[in-house]
C-alpha cells in the first residue's frame, strides 16, 4: 500500500509506477526496469497495430463510421471523468475557483502547464489538507506490514549500485536523446514533448491528456482534434494506460521511430522520478505540502478535463442523433457501465 499511495503522489501513469515499484521490491532496479516495460508493452503494440491500421484505413466509409462513434463515446468518458473528478476533490471554495481557472485557462487556448503549477503552489500554501487524501495515505502507511525503519534499511541495502543505476539510465536516457538531435531533429522534439508531458502529469494518466492535446493540436499543430481522439479512443480499446495514446501520435507523425521514441519518453521520468523518490518515501507521504499540490493538480485537472470535452464536442458531428449517443453514453458511463 506504501508503493501505491508514493506513486500517487508522483508524476506519470500510476498504474505503470506501482508495477515498477513490485519489481523493485522483488529484484532491484532491474527488476523495476522489467516489470515496467513489461507492463507496458502490451499496450505499445497494440496500439502501434491499431495505429498502422488507423492510417492506413481511417478513409475507408466504415472506418468513419466506427471511429465517428468512437469519438462520441470519448466526449462522454471525459465529460464522466471530469465529473468523477468533480464530485471527488472539489472540497472548498478554493477548490471550485482553481478549477474554474484552470478550465478557462485551458478554453483560451493557453498553456496548460503554468496553470496546473499555479494552482498547485496556491493549493500548497493556501488550500486546506485533503479530507481523505489519496489512496489513504496515513492508513496505508500503518497497514503496511514494512515499518518505515524496515524501509530505510531495505533502501540501505541497496546501496551505491541503487544511485549508479539510476545514473546510468538517465546517462542512456540522454545520450538517446542526443543521438535523436543529430539523426532527426523531429524524433528529437517528440521526444522531449512526451517526458515533458509525463513530468507534469501530477495525479495520473488523465492529467498527461489535456497537455497532450494543447501540445499536438494548437502549439504545434500536428494534427486536429478530432485525430487526436481517435487516438484516445484507441488507447481506450487497448490494455494498459491511456497514455499510451502516445505512441499513437508519435506514429501519426513520425511512423514507427516516432512511436517508440513516444513510448520511451512519455513514461521515463516518471520511472526516474519513482527510483529517486522511494528513499524518502516516509517523508514524501507525510509531507502536508505534498499531499496539497497532489490535491492541487487534481483539482485543476477537473477543470482542464471540462474544457477537453468542451473541445471534444465542437470537433464531433452535432447532429441531433449524435448528440443522443453522446449523451446515452454518458448516462450509461454514470450508471456502471464498463467502457468496453
Known amino acids: 500500500r506504501v508503493g501505491v499511495s508514493l506513486c500517487q503522489c508522483l508524476a506519470g501513469a500510476t498504474a505503470m509506477q506501482v508495477s515498477a515499484y513490485v519489481g523493485l521490491r522483488a529484484r532491484g532496479v532491474a527488476g523495476a526496469l522489467v516489470a515496467y516495460v513489461g507492463f507496458g508493452l502490451p499496450a505499445f503494440?497494440?496500439?502501434?497495430?491499431?495505429?498502422?491500421?488507423?492510417?492506413?484505413?481511417?478513409?475507408?466509409?466504415?472506418?468513419l463510421a466506427v471511429l465517428a462513434g468512437l469519438k462520441l463515446v470519448v466526449t462522454a468518458l471525459i465529460c464522466h471523468a471530469a465529473v468523477d473528478f468533480a464530485r471527488g476533490f472539489l472540497r472548498c471554495g478554493l477548490d471550485r475557483l482553481l478549477a474554474l481557472a484552470a478550465g478557462i485557462w485551458l478554453g483560451l487556448g493557453w498553456h496548460p502547464i503554468p496553470a496546473l503549477v499555479g494552482a498547485m503552489l496556491v493549493a500548497?500554501?493556501?488550500?486546506?489538507?485533503?479530507?481523505?487524501?489519496?489512496?489513504?495515505?496515513?492508513?496505508?502507511?500503518?497497514?503496511?506490514?514494512?515499518?518505515?525503519?524496515?524501509?530505510?534499511?531495505?533502501?540501505?541495502a541497496l546501496g551505491g549500485a541503487y544511485w549508479g543505476s539510476l545514473v546510468l539510465?538517465?546517462?542512456?536516457?540522454?545520450?538517446?536523446?542526443?543521438?535523436?538531435?543529430?539523426?532527426?531533429?523531429?524524433?528529437?522534439?517528440?521526444?522531449?514533448?512526451?517526458?515533458?508531458?509525463?513530468?507534469?502529469?501530477?495525479?495520473?494518466?488523465?492529467?498527461?491528456?489535456?497537455?497532450?492535446?494543447?501540445e499536438v493540436t494548437v502549439a504545434r499543430s500536428w494534427m486536429s482534434p478530432?485525430?487526436?481522439?481517435?487516438?484516445?479512443?484507441?488507447?481506450?480499446?487497448?490494455?494498459?494506460?491511456?497514455?499510451?495514446?502516445?505512441?499513437?501520435?508519435?506514429?501519426?507523425?513520425?511512423?514507427?521511430?516516432?512511436?517508440?521514441?513516444?513510448?520511451?519518453y512519455v513514461f521515463s521520468p516518471s520511472f526516474?522520478?519513482?527510483?529517486?523518490?522511494?528513499?524518502?518515501?516516509?517523508?514524501?507521504?507525510?509531507?502536508?505540502?505534498?499531499?496539497?499540490?497532489?490535491?492541487?493538480?487534481?483539482?485543476?485537472?477537473?477543470g482542464l478535463m471540462a474544457a477537453m470535452t468542451a473541445r471534444f464536442a465542437l470537433a464531433v458531428d452535432g447532429s441531433p442523433w449524435a448528440a443522443g449517443i453522446a449523451v446515452a453514453a454518458f448516462v450509461a458511463l454514470r450508471a456502471g457501465a464498463d467502457v468496453l
Not at 506490514?145 to 540501505?156: E, L
Not at 540522454?174 to 509525463?198: E, K, T
Not at 526516474?272 to 487534481?298: C, E, I, N, T, W
Open 124 to 156: 500548497m500554501f493556501m488550500g486546506q489538507d485533503p479530507v481523505a487524501p489519496p489512496a489513504s495515505l496515513v492508513s496505508a502507511q500503518k497497514a503496511s506490514p514494512a515499518t518505515p525503519t524496515q524501509r530505510r534499511r531495505w533502501v540501505s
Open 272 to 302: 526516474l522520478v519513482l527510483l529517486a523518490a522511494v528513499p524518502f518515501v516516509d517523508r514524501l507521504l507525510a509531507s502536508k505540502l505534498m499531499q496539497r499540490a497532489l490535491h492541487g493538480s487534481l483539482v485543476t485537472l477537473v
Open 45 to 63: 503494440l497494440f496500439i502501434c497495430a491499431l495505429s498502422m491500421a488507423y492510417v492506413a484505413s481511417k478513409d475507408l466509409e466504415p472506418v
Open 226 to 264: 478530432a485525430v487526436f481522439m481517435d487516438g484516445i479512443a484507441l488507447g481506450h480499446v487497448t490494455p494498459g494506460p491511456v497514455v499510451m495514446s502516445a505512441a499513437f501520435v508519435g506514429y501519426v507523425v513520425k511512423g514507427l521511430a516516432g512511436a517508440l521514441v513516444a513510448g520511451v
Open 169 to 214: 539510465i538517465v546517462g542512456l536516457l540522454a545520450v538517446g536523446l542526443a543521438a535523436l538531435y543529430a539523426v532527426d531533429q523531429g524524433l528529437f522534439d517528440l521526444a522531449v514533448l512526451m517526458a515533458r508531458i509525463d513530468a507534469f502529469a501530477f495525479g495520473g494518466g488523465y492529467v498527461s491528456l489535456p497537455l497532450m492535446l494543447h
